[in-house]
């Protein structure tokens, strides 16, 4: 997996080593260890989500607060979307700047958003499933 951190402090795409043949695909799209490793964080995911969407449909921009603050790792298992994570963190470097992210079923990206961040999505695609693995 190649980790690039974005123009914001603590966000990150993630791109899996995909092996393709004749016969298909195969892809690691988590690793607990490999993703610590690639981030410096040390992030324990605990919680997996999954929404389902209609083109024109943008969800966000919402962050938990406090105790309920969750770090995300998002990505599309079906269609494409434009995703955005704002750093609203008032001490970080980076924080009112925003970051937007093409993802899709095609390129398997996925980002990385801290606990901090707010977040949302605006579909492209005729429909598309996006998946949120949640500290």
Known sequence: MKATETKL??????????????????????NEK?????????????????????KGVIRGLHAQAGDHA????????????IDVAVDARPDSPTFGQHVAVHLSAEN????????????GF???????VF???CD
């Not at 605006?122 to 598309?128: F, G, I, P, Y």
């Open 34 to 54: 490999s993703f610590n490793d690639l981030t410096g964080t040390n992030t324990h995911f605990v919680q997996d989500n999954q929404s389902y969407s209609t």
């Open 108 to 119: 398997n990206k996925q980002l990385f958003v801290p606990r901090g961040f707010l977040h």
């Open 9 to 30: 402090k603590d966000c990150f795409i993630l791109e899996p080593r995909k092996f393709q043949d004749e016969r298909g695909y195969f892809f690691e799209s988590f």
């Open 70 to 81: 969750q770090a995300k790792l998002v990505r599309v298992l079906k269609g494409e979307v």
């Open 122 to 128: 605006s579909v492209l695609s005729e429909e598309a």
């Open 131 to 133: 998946f949120y693995k």
